[in-house]
């Protein structure tokens, strides 16, 4: 079957960095999003991946191993809004998305 | 700005009594879809269209059904809620161009109370 494992929670205090981890068995790999959705609302599309290696956005950072199967999304100076959850999902063979549940973030001062 | 909206907002309906979820879209995308998430839980694919072909997930229950009349629009029908149904309805448009990835973007969803 396919599968995406995040962890279902971390925290993190204000002005740190912090790194949320995504591993992927799937049919097949288009590349890989990740997505932001705060408690109530919908995800909002963050980053892609489909090459190895680190794409960087700002404060948000991706990297992609396809090889390990592994991802991660790494955001530096944490600021109160960064609390939500982060959505890894994945594009397989059939270009169907697989969705990771998510990783729920809490920021704390 | 061009977006994807959805309405209601927030829906309560009774346990059997049908309910319609729509969603509009300015982006002129060609591939619209049809999610239900639960809390802490992943966007579950209901359906999709790409154009006017429309494709239902194998283990979408009879009870949702989707229309397309035109490019801009989508309706979810539940025939008959139940408990279970309780969620929050995720509408999301991408634009296939030809093997290029294109992300999802998702209305503001609508959130379904079954009373």
């Known amino acids: 079957g396919q599968n995406i494992d995040q962890p279902t929670e971390m925290t993190a205090t204000e002005g740190a960095i912090v790194q949320i981890n995504c591993t992927y068995q799937t049919s097949g790999f288009n590349g890989l999003f990740w997505y932001q959705q705060h408690a109530g609302e919908a995800p909002t599309f963050l980053s892609y991946n489909v090459l190895d290696g680190l794409e960087e956005k700002g404060r948000f950072s991706s990297f992609l191993s396809r090889s390990k199967g592994y991802s991660y999304l790494l955001l530096k100076e944490l600021q109160m809004k960064d609390s939500a959850s982060y959505l890894c999902a994945v594009e397989d063979s059939n270009y169907q998305l697989i969705w990771g549940a998510g990783t729920k973030l809490i920021i704390k001062p | 700005d061009a977006m994807v909206i959805q309405n209601p907002r927030y829906q309560v309906t009774q346990f059997g009594k049908p309910v319609t979820l729509s969603c509009s879209q300015t982006l002129n995308h060609n591939v619209m879809y049809w999610y239900q998430q639960k809390s802490s839980q992943a966007p579950k694919l209901l359906f999709h269209y790409y154009d006017k072909d429309f494709n239902n997930e194998a283990d979408t229950p009879d009870n949702f059904q989707s229309r397309r009349p035109n490019t801009s629009f989508c309706f979810l029908d539940i025939r008959s809620p139940g408990l279970g149904d309780a969620a929050m309805y995720l509408c999301?448009?991408?634009?296939?161009?030809?093997?290029?990835?294109?992300?999802?973007?998702f209305g503001n969803g609508t959130r379904l109370t079954v009373t």
């Open positions: 999301a448009t991408s634009r296939d161009v030809g093997g290029r990835w294109s992300p999802l973007h």
